[in-house]
Nanobody, 115 residues
Framework: QVQFVESGGGLVQAGGSLRLSCAAS????????MGWYRQAPGKQRERIAS???????YYADSVKGRFTISRDNAKNILYLQMNSLKPEDTARYYC?????????WGQGTQVTVSS
C-alpha cells in the first residue's frame, strides 16, 4: 500500500520560509488528489492545501497567498513551499490523499515558528 514520508520541517522565526517534501510510494500517486494536512496539539487535523492530478490547487484561507503546493508525479513527491510563516502555523504537517484517512498517515514533520 501507499506510504508517505514527510521531511523539511524545522524551527524558524516568524516571517521565514520552509519547503516541505513528501515522498510517496505507489503508482497511484499521479492519479489522486494529494493534500497537505497539519495538526497542532489539542486541535483537529485540518487540510490546508490540495492539488489534483491535473494541477488544480486549493488552499485554506489561513494559508492562502503564503503557501504553494506542487507535485512531481514522475518522482512521486509532493511539495509545500511555506512563506511568511506565522506562529499559528506551528503544527505537525502530514501529506496524504484527499480525502485523508484512507491511507495510513506517515510520521509527519514538525514545523515550529517562533516569535
Amino acid at each position: 500500500q501507499v506510504q508517505f514520508v514527510e521531511s523539511g520541517g524545522g524551527l524558524v522565526q516568524a516571517g521565514g520560509s520552509l519547503r516541505l517534501s513528501c515522498a510517496a510510494s505507489g503508482r497511484s500517486f499521479g492519479i489522486n488528489t494529494m493534500g497537505w494536512y497539519r495538526q497542532a496539539p489539542g486541535k483537529q487535523r485540518e487540510r490546508i492545501a490540495s492539488i489534483t492530478r491535473i494541477g488544480n490547487t486549493y488552499y485554506a484561507d489561513s494559508v492562502k497567498g503564503r503557501f504553494t503546493i506542487s507535485r512531481d508525479n514522475a518522482k512521486n513527491i509532493l511539495y509545500l513551499q511555506m512563506n511568511s510563516l506565522k506562529p499559528e502555523d506551528t503544527a505537525r504537517y502530514y501529506c496524504n490523499k484527499v480525502p485523508g484517512g484512507y491511507e495510513e498517515w506517515g510520521q509527519g514533520t514538525q514545523v515550529t515558528v517562533s516569535s
